[in-house]
């Protein structure tokens, strides 16, 4: 079983910056351990839809970002330790929201939510005006 477990978070001022881990671990129904998994990050707020914040492949190396984080968050992978991190800067009250690391079947990087058949718990950031 694939097992992810976020980290980070926390009460920020908006402008500050704060950063975010995933550890994941285990393996599929298959066989097929996280380093062939695409890994990303979605976040929720009360009240809205899950929504795509950034993603690393595990394929190329290619990253993708949602429209709202795109140059003030990023992503990255340690494909040795199994860990992503989202660096996230120039925060604004509108990115607090619960913080979820999820992984998909994919080797290549995807926005959709239904295309990720794992997540974490999910760790709060809450940034202050």
């Known amino acids: 079983q694939v097992q992810l477990v976020e980290s980070g978070g926390g009460l920020v001022q908006a402008g500050g910056s704060t950063r975010l881990s995933c550890e994941a671990s285990g393996r599929d129904a298959s066989g097929r351990g996280v380093s062939r998994r695409t890994l990303a990050w979605f976040r929720q707020a009360p009240g809205k839809e899950r929504e795509f914040v950034a993603a690393?492949?595990?394929?190329?190396?290619?990253?993708q970002y949602g429209d709202s984080v795109r140059g003030r968050f990023a992503i990255s992978r340690d494909f040795a330790k199994n860990t992503i991190s989202l660096r996230m800067n120039n925060l604004r009250p509108e990115d607090t929201a619960a913080y979820f690391c999820a992984a998909t079947w994919s080797p290549m990087v995807t926005t959709v939510v239904k295309d990720y058949d794992y997540w974490g718990q999910g760790t709060q950031v809450t940034v202050s005006s």
């Open positions: 690393y492949s595990a394929s190329n190396h290619d990253t």
